[in-house]
């Protein structure tokens, strides 16, 4: 009779045999990314070369001052104060502005959205007003409002107002019908078929929206300061170039830039906690 041989097996950690399935190797949790290499990567060389080329060329500082110069108009502009008081005034505008346009522009976009008869009584006026030149109707404004923080508010929010009211639209009327339909057919009401459907569809739409806005509500608020203000990096801006100081107009744009930066990566921060369903694509961040 042949002897039956055991059978020994062994009992091995699932995280020692499989640590593939883990999901917590370093190299999972430490994916490489490329543009956090390239994106620094052009700066450097993109200012290297600016100074480099304003040396070896002797350009003069009131043509283009090199990025040393710039560097010490912006020390000097934060130390005196004078970028704090003109970033604060700035930013307030921009975001009174936007938050009004942004409100304004969801309720209308929806109303239209949803009632067809607001559609056809109020779109075509509104098309109408968002043709005029936003330059070209800022003395009235200040006229209106007077020199102050209202008139820049209310630029910036006519500005910023129209791409934010479009995507509240097209992302509204974006809903398959045969989700509406599954909805109808379970006794679902208008006001749930909207909560519940209509408005998540509608919300990479409206964030879409909401990015453009925030950055034309800056282009609004500096033009209201060009326009006339009593303070602001626009109205900083225009001081400079009566004085000539080249390198101080660069140190306000590279603040302006910073807060629009600063302004978008708080939208995309904001669209990533609220529509987490949807695959980053279109951020760079």
Excluded at 61 to 74: K, Q, R
Excluded at 87 to 109: D, I, K, P, Q
Excluded at 133 to 139: C, D, F, G, L, T
Excluded at 189 to 217: D, H, M, T
Aim: proline content about 5%.
């Amino acid at each position: 009779m042949k002897a039956v041989e055991p059978v020994v097996t062994s009992v091995i950690p699932a995280d020692v045999a499989a640590p593939h399935f883990t999901g917590h190797s370093p190299r999972g949790r430490f994916r490489f990314r490329p543009e956090m290499i390239l994106i620094p990567g052009v700066a450097v060389l993109l200012i290297g070369g600016w100074e480099a080329a304003c040396r070896l060329l002797k350009i003069s500082d009131f043509i283009l001052p090199a990025p040393s110069g710039i560097a010490v108009a912006l020390y000097q502009g934060f130390m005196s104060g004078q970028f704090v008081t003109g970033l604060f005034a700035t930013m307030s505008a921009v975001v009174l502005g936007f938050l009004a346009s942004a409100a304004v522009a969801f309720v209308l976009g929806t109303l239209i959205s949803q009632i067809r008869l607001v559609e056809v009584t109020l779109f075509p006026y509104v098309v109408a007003i968002q043709t005029l030149p936003k330059i070209a109707i800022a003395p009235l404004i200040l006229i209106w409002f007077g020199v102050g923080l209202e008139s820049k508010v209310v630029i910036a929010a006519t500005v910023s107002f129209f791409p934010m009211l479009v995507n509240t639209i097209v992302g509204l009327k974006s809903t398959p019908q045969d989700k509406i339909d599954l909805m109808r057919s379970l006794s679902a009401s208008r006001w749930k078929i909207f909560w519940y459907v209509q408005l998540p569809e509608a919300l990479p739409f409206i964030f879409a929206g909401l990015n453009i806005g925030i950055v034309l509500s800056v282009l609004g608020a500096i033009v209201a300061e060009f326009v006339g203000a009593k303070a602001g990096l626009g109205y900083l801006i225009l001081q400079m170039n009566y004085n000539m100081d080249i390198a101080g107009m660069f140190a306000a744009l590279v603040v302006l830039g910073i807060m629009g930066i600063v302004l978008n990566s708080a939208m995309t921060f904001a669209r990533r906690r609220i529509v987490f369903w949807q695959s980053d694509q279109y951020t760079m961040s």
